[in-house]
């Protein structure tokens, strides 16, 4: 049985300010694709049906996006010259997740047919790929001068992202995985994309390398939490809320953080957990008794600590850096609001 939570937080102005400036250009972005890989693309971000009408469908949050926004603001630029950071950022975002669904054996992402289940594997693995790349034109053809510097920046986040994907799912063939590898694993996974954003929107706008580099280390430290919480959501969040089943990453013997501090702790619970997973099948009778296994244990409770540090880690290090007071207090909110989210 899950414990009570408060409602969610707000969300913070800037996500929609984010998606009143970067949207229209990523979908310019986009609909220089050929049709054939246009239409999965329009799908998967909400804009077309399956069959090519016009939608309005559920996005994402677009929290990288506003990152890119507030790194150029934080170093004194107006937000739009953080526009083309903001779509590349994205971009590359999406076509991890069109490929992690195909990974996961995820059906559903945004109460919708996920992209593999709706069109085709093959489709998925090429239109993932076309994003990917096209995130790099979308710098690579931008006229500033700082963009080749901000495309090499989201090379090796891209990396990054891509080593702690693998890391992940390299973690259910190991034994005695540690809390310490989870959290080096969540800091490539969500952590490298979130500092290429808000470092990236600062490197437009020409700031000093000291605040680039504080930026960057912000964002790796919110995406630590960023991930932490999302573990959580991905064992105890709402279907409702969350667009997957209850229990999903249960189901898909994930070892993500909750699942980690039970199995490290040892004892009883860590063997019911092993047996659990054990398993040729994980039905929902089964996802429930993971759940309460993970309760029993307070690995819940001891996820949520990890996220609270890191993320007070975060807001710390906004201190250390010289940025406009206005910008610290948005990304401030904004850090506050992806780890109180519901989904």
Same mark, same amino acid.
């Given at each position: ?16 300010? @984010? ?11 986009? +609909?220089?694709?050929? /049709?054939? %890989?246009? %239409? ?12 090519? @009408? ?13 990152? @890119? ?29 069109? =490929? ?38 979308? %710098? ?55 500092? /290429? ?18 930026? =960057?280390? /912000? ?30 990453? %249960? ?25 659990? /997973? ?23 409770? @001891?996820?949520?600590?990890? +996220? ?36």
């Amino acid at each position: 049985m899950t414990s009570p939570s408060l409602p969610p937080s707000p969300s913070p102005p800037v996500l929609e300010q @984010a998606r009143e400036l970067v949207e229209p250009a990523l979908r310019a972005a986009v +609909a220089n694709l050929d /049709f054939e %890989l246009r %239409l999965p693309a329009d799908y998967h971000f909400g804009w077309a049906s399956a069959d090519g @009408a016009a939608a309005e469908h559920a996005s994402g949050k677009g929290v990288r996006s506003a990152l @890119a926004l507030l790194g150029a603001q934080a170093a004194g630029a107006d937000q739009s010259i953080a526009v083309p950071v903001g779509v590349a950022v994205e971009l590359v975002h999406n076509f991890s997740l069109v =490929h992690d669904d195909i990974i996961d054996g995820d059906v559903e992402r945004r109460h919708r047919p996920t992209v593999w289940t709706q069109f085709s594997t093959g489709d998925a693995i090429i239109v993932g790929d076309a994003l990917h790349t096209l995130a790099f034109q979308v %710098l690579l053809e931008n006229p500033h001068p700082a963009s080749a510097a901000v495309a090499r920046r989201l090379g090796r986040a891209t990396a990054a992202m891509i080593r702690g994907q693998s890391n992940d799912m390299g973690f259910a063939n190991r034994t005695g995985v540690t809390i310490d590898d989870c959290i080096a694993m969540e800091a490539d996974k969500t952590g490298a994309l979130l500092a /290429f954003g808000v470092a990236g929107g600062a490197t437009m706008a020409g700031a000093p390398a000291p605040v680039v580099s504080g930026l =960057h280390d /912000f964002g790796v430290e919110l995406g630590i939490a960023f991930q932490a919480h999302d573990d959580i959501l991905g064992v105890w969040g709402e279907p409702a809320a969350t667009g997957k089943a209850a229990g999903n990453d %249960l189901r898909e013997r994930k070892r993500s953080m909750p699942v980690v501090l039970a199995l490290s702790a040892g004892g009883r619970h860590a063997e019911r957990l092993q047996a659990l /997973f054990a398993r040729d099948e994980i039905h929902d009778e089964a996802v429930a008794e993971g759940i309460a296994i993970l309760d029993d244990a307070g690995a819940r409770a @001891a996820t949520a600590r990890i +996220a609270s540090e890191h993320l007070q880690a975060a807001t710390a290090m906004l201190d250390t850096i010289e940025i406009r007071s206005d910008a610290r207090d948005e990304l401030i909110s904004l850090a506050r609001f992806v780890v109180d989210r519901d989904h």
